[in-house]
């Protein structure tokens, strides 16, 4: 057995957390840049108790999310006399805040640094330190490497990835997931879901991640439906802000599959939330992956376990893998999850979709490698 384990330098977890952050940025600079999502006055009264403690606060809010332009702006502010960058909000504030904080000590552009897009470069000297803080329970952006940028240009999303790109600290307190829209928190812990079961699957999979998704799989199942329902219940709220920081180590680690595969380009192609359209696609290559591996592996490590997935959803000793993929399906139609034709995608998109999700570096961990048909098939499901 032998594997490499990256994340946090330190993660600080539960209810009124966010109480020791302007302590913990005061270690690290003098000079904040707060990134923020669309709404930057709920980061208000933290920027408040910085300020307090003698630290000065600058704000770049990310409207959407982030693009290769924004990183542009925010990085210029970052480079403008900052000595630490903190993202507050959710995965779009965490990857802008990520990428601005890398870039703002490394020479050339962000398009330099995307995967696939890129030049290919590789960041070379540590960035800014980055804190982070997440308003939402579902990307685990808070302890991944890499932070997802959208190039309007390319018509595609993609990667800056770096082991260097960790949060020194991540701050994580599910008591600013409390006000979350019902529709945030459904894509959000959707997104969570996702990024459990494709890093468990995952050929890359091992035994510390397999132990981060198993636990966080038992907390989704029991608290995605119960926090969908009643935002303000907070043990469900701690419960999924618990199994989306499981997802982000567990996925910095193991990879992930088909949904995020699509998920990419899809965000490239279409506006609506990275969350979404996870959420969309998830059944649906769910139940393709499974079907393939019973086809071809039918004996292999892929269907075990994702008839152990299905096991931990139901809550059903003698369920097979495909209650998996009913269980999700079940789950997205119960809280509204809307198909990707009303999202805007068409039947003429999918060879356009097919061709680049086959390209996709999440696609390289997939449980199983799907055929041209068999990914046409995923994408034609979700309309």
Known sequence: MTFEFATAARIVFGQGAIAELPQIAREWGRRALVVTGRNAERAEAVRRELRGLGIECREFSVHGEPTVEMVRRGTEAARAGCDVVIGFGGGSAMDAAK???????NAGDVLDYMEGVGR???????????????????TGAEV???AVIGSPEHGVKASVRSASMLAKVAVIDPEL????????????????????????????????TDLFCVEGLKLAANSLDRV??????MDAREAM????LLSGLALANAGLGAVHGFAGPLGGML?????????????????????ALRDREPDGEGLRRYGEVGRILTGREDARAEDAAEWMAETCRGMAISNLRRHGLDQGQIPELVEKASR????KANAVKLTEGELREVAERTL
């Not at 070379?124 to 330190?129: D, F, H, I, S, Y």
């Not at 802000?241 to 989306?244: H, I, P, Q, V």
Request: with cysteine; charged share 15%; glycine share 6%.
């Open 241 to 244: 802000s618990l199994a989306a």
């Open 144 to 146: 991944t490497k890499n």
């Open 360 to 363: 996709a570096n999440s696609m």
């Open 120 to 138: 290919g470069w590789v960041l070379e000297r540590a960035g800014l330190p980055f804190l982070a803080v997440p308003t939402t329970a579902g």
């Open 271 to 291: 506006d609506a939330p990275h969350g979404a359209l996870c959420a969309a696609v998830l059944p649906h290559a769910t139940a393709v992956n499974i079907r």
């Open 177 to 208: 997931t409390r006000d979350a829209p019902r529709e945030v928190t459904a894509a959000s812990g959707l997104d969570a879901l996702t990024q459990l079961v494709e890093a468990y699957v995952s050929p890359r999979a091992n035994a510390m």
């Open 99 to 105: 990428a601005i904080a890398a870039l703002a000590k």
């Open 228 to 233: 969908y329902r009643d935002g303000h219940d």
